[in-house]
C-alpha cells in the first residue's frame, strides 16, 4: 500500500513571496490534516479536512495560509506571503481505520530567507 | 486545556539496554487516546504505538510497550533492548474523543533518544 504523498521535499524561498505544498493521502483515508513542525518543537495542527470539508482551521493563519482539498483527495497547502518564521517542515497525515491512526508523509522542509 | 509534556529533551542508552521515555498528559476528555512516534533525521513520522483511554491493559508491539498509569496521567515509553537504529526523536501524542474519526493530535516537545555501541 502506498504511504503519503507529499511534493516538494524541500523548497527555499524569500520573505514574501509564496509557495505551494502538495498532498496526495493514502487511498480511501477520508481524513486528512496539515501539520507545522518548527525546528526543535512538536508538529502543530494547521488545518483538517474530513472529505473535502474543513473540520478544524482553528490554529490556521488566514491572513497568509490557505488549504484547499479539492473531490476529497490530494490537498494543497499555500502561504502567501512567506514570513521568516514560516521557516518549519510541513507534514501532512491521513486516516481511516478503527483506531483512527495517522499515517505521516514525508514532510515538506521550507526555508524562508 | 489539553496537553502534553515530555521533560526529557534528551536520554542516552547503551545499545541493548531498556529505556523508559516520560509522557505526562492533561485533559477532562474521559475518553482519548495516547500515541507515540517516533522521527528518525530523514523526518517522517512512525507511528510505534497506541493506548486507549478506556484500555485495560498496557499496550505492547513487540519491543515497545506503554506503561499507562491513568491515575497519575502518564503514558512513557518503554524500549526494551535498544538498537543503534533507535536514535531518533520520540513524540508522545494525545487526541480527545477517540471513538469520534478524526481529531488531532497534540504532540509533546519530543525527546532525542542517543543508542550508545
Known amino acids: 500500500e502506498a504511504g503519503v504523498a507529499q511534493s516538494p521535499r524541500y523548497k527555499i524561498i524569500e520573505k514574501r513571496q509564496s509557495v505551494a505544498f502538495w498532498c496526495n493521502p493514502i487511498?480511501?483515508?477520508?481524513?486528512l490534516y496539515w501539520y507545522q513542525q518548527i525546528l526543535g518543537q512538536g508538529p502543530k495542527l494547521l488545518i483538517q479536512?474530513?472529505?473535502?470539508?474543513?473540520?478544524?482551521d482553528s490554529q490556521l493563519p488566514k491572513d497568509r495560509f490557505s488549504a484547499e482539498r479539492l473531490k476529497g483527495v490530494d490537498s494543497t497547502l499555500k502561504i502567501q506571503p512567506a514570513k521568516l518564521e514560516d521557516s518549519a517542515v510541513y507534514l501532512c497525515?491521513?486516516?481511516?481505520?478503527?483506531?483512527?491512526?495517522?499515517?505521516f508523509g514525508p514532510g515538506t522542509r521550507l526555508t524562508v530567507l | 486545556a489539553q496537553k502534553i509534556t515530555q521533560t526529557q529533551p534528551g536520554m542516552f542508552v547503551q545499545e541493548k539496554e531498556a529505556v523508559t521515555l516520560d509522557c505526562t498528559y492533561d485533559t477532562s476528555d474521559p475518553s482519548y487516546g495516547l500515541f507515540w512516534y517516533k522521527q528518525p533525521s530523514s523526518g517522517e513520522m512512525i507511528f510505534l504505538i497506541y493506548?486507549?483511554?478506556?484500555?485495560?491493559q498496557n499496550a505492547t508491539e513487540g519491543r515497545y510497550s506503554l506503561n499507562f498509569q491513568k491515575a497519575r496521567k502518564s503514558a512513557n515509553l518503554v524500549i526494551s533492548a535498544s538498537q543503534l537504529g533507535d536514535s531518533a526523536m520520540y513524540f508522545c501524542a494525545m487526541r480527545e474523543a477517540v471513538y469520534n474519526q478524526g481529531g488531532k493530535l497534540i504532540f509533546g516537545q519530543g525527546t532525542e533518544l542517543s543508542v550508545k555501541p
Open positions: 479536512f474530513q472529505n473535502n470539508g474543513v473540520v478544524d
Open positions: 493506548q486507549g483511554s478506556y484500555d485495560q
Open positions: 497525515a491521513s486516516s481511516q481505520g478503527k483506531y483512527n491512526e495517522q499515517f
Open positions: 487511498s480511501g483515508h477520508a481524513t
